[in-house]
Structures are given as structure tokens and as C-alpha cells.
């Protein structure tokens, strides 16, 4: 690999639900000027059109069929976050011809010459096994059910929180005993749990971890700047 190569910086953040991932992956993205992808809006989009369309989302082949024409339009949708939406959207990625659909369009983005941040489940694992950074972010399952409810509430959305704790409770079962992808940490992952950590705190931790692969591999040419 060459110097420049090693030095791209692709950086993977996986993790559960409402774990903080998307958040922090966010941030980093806006702190190092690189291009994000939320994964799991591919899989939310292809939910949404199932949902649309009167299909019942285990329906595999409905499912393969949208994830292969999904539009990148789509991922905008503003409406990808209903519960409804979450639901179905695990049961799709649960489907391994939706998943190698999808895949090929994450590569492509991690492949870009400056170098990109992905957040969903697999990211680390599957899509870029090779990326050089990798965060694994958690919270215990009561903390992302409160932040889950707390996130409802703002947004005027009727929510019980036992309701919230089942769902999500639901939710990990399907994504970490899926037989394909499931979530894990990648062996070389950075595990944080943000449990009992500010976001402010995290990003501190993760800008850190960031240097150091940065004074590791980029010594021989300019790396992007942090601000
Ligand atoms: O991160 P999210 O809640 O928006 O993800 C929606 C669903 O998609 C979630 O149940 C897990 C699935 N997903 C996945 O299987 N692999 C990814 N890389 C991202 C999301």
C-alpha cells in the first residue's frame, strides 16, 4: 500500500441503536471536511418504499427489488425516522440479497480519493474491513432507550417509555443474531461506551485516537486538517 493510500482517511463507526453513532460520526466528518454516509438510511429508504407500496418488508424478493433500483434521492426522504419506518427497516437488513445490493454503493462512497466516514452496523466488519479507523460506540440499553425517548418527545411524537425500551430491545435482537452481518465490533475497533459520556466528551476521545493514527501513517505528506 502505498504511502498516500494509508494515509486516506476512512472512518467506520458502528454500533446499536441510538448508541450516539450517527452523532459523533457526524461530527467527525464536519471536523475533518469529509463526505458522511448513514448507512442505515439505505436501509430505511428501502423499508420506506416497501411500506409505500403495501409490501410486507420480510417479503425478500419486494425487498431485493428495491434495494437494487434504490435512487441516492431517496435517502433524503424526510421521512426515514418513524418507528414504523425502524421496524421494517430491521427486517430488510435482516434479508442477505438486500444486503450485497447495498453493498457495492457503500464501497463505492468509502472509496473516494479524500477519503469518507460511514456509521451503521457493518461498516467496520463487512463494507471496509481495510478502513484504517474504527469506532465501535455503545450505551447500555437503558440509557439509549431514555435518549431514544427523550428524542420522540422533542419531536412531539407520543411515546411510553417501556413501549421505546421493548422496541429497541427488539431491535438489537434482530441486528446482533442476524445470520448475515450481524453487529459486532471489528476485532481492531476502538470500543467506546458513551454510557456515562457527554458527546463532547467522546469526540474528545475519538479526535484523539484520530491523531494518533494520523502521527502513525501520515507523516510524509499533508493530511486533512482538522480546524
Ligand atoms: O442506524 P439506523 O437505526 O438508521 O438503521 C436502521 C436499520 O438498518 C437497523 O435496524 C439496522 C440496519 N442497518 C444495518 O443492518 N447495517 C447498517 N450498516 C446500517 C443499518
Redesign the pocket.
Known amino acids: 500500500m502505498s504511502a498516500k493510500a494509508a494515509c486516506r482517511p476512512v472512518i467506520t463507526v458502528?454500533g446499536p441503536?441510538?448508541s450516539g453513532?450517527?452523532t459523533i460520526a457526524r461530527r467527525i466528518a464536519e471536523l475533518y471536511g469529509l463526505p458522511f454516509l448513514?448507512?442505515?438510511?439505505?436501509?430505511?429508504a428501502v423499508?420506506r418504499r416497501l411500506l409505500d407500496e403495501g409490501r410486507d418488508p420480510a417479503d425478500a424478493e419486494a425487498a431485493v427489488e428495491a434495494a437494487r433500483s434504490l435512487r441516492p434521492e431517496e435517502l433524503g426522504r424526510p421521512d426515514?425516522?418513524t418507528e414504523e419506518v425502524?421496524?421494517a427497516?430491521?427486517?430488510?437488513?435482516?434479508i442477505p440479497e438486500v444486503?450485497a445490493a447495498l453493498l457495492e454503493f457503500?464501497r463505492r462512497f468509502a472509496e473516494q480519493p479524500r477519503g469518507a466516514v460511514?456509521?451503521?452496523?457493518?461498516?467496520g466488519t463487512?463494507?471496509c474491513p481495510d478502513a484504517p479507523v474504527k469506532l465501535f460506540v455503545t450505551a447500555s440499553v437503558e440509557e439509549r432507550a431514555r435518549r431514544r425517548f427523550e428524542q420522540l418527545r422533542r419531536r412531539g411524537e407520543p411515546a411510553i417509555f417501556a413501549r421505546v425500551l421493548e422496541e429497541l430491545e427488539e431491535?438489537d435482537r434482530?441486528?446482533t443474531q442476524?445470520a448475515v452481518?450481524p453487529?459486532r465490533a471489528a476485532p481492531d475497533a476502538l470500543v467506546i461506551d458513551t454510557t456515562h459520556r457527554s458527546v463532547e466528551e467522546t469526540l474528545e476521545l475519538v479526535r484523539r485516537h484520530i491523531e494518533a493514527w494520523r502521527a502513525r501513517s501520515c507523516s510524509s505528506h499533508a493530511p486533512p486538517e482538522a480546524p
Open positions: 458502528d441503536t441510538a453513532k450517527s448513514d448507512t442505515g438510511l439505505l436501509y430505511r423499508a426515514l425516522h425502524s421496524q427497516a430491521s427486517r430488510v437488513a435482516a444486503r457503500q460511514l456509521a451503521g452496523r457493518d461498516t463487512v463494507v431491535r434482530r441486528d442476524r452481518a453487529l
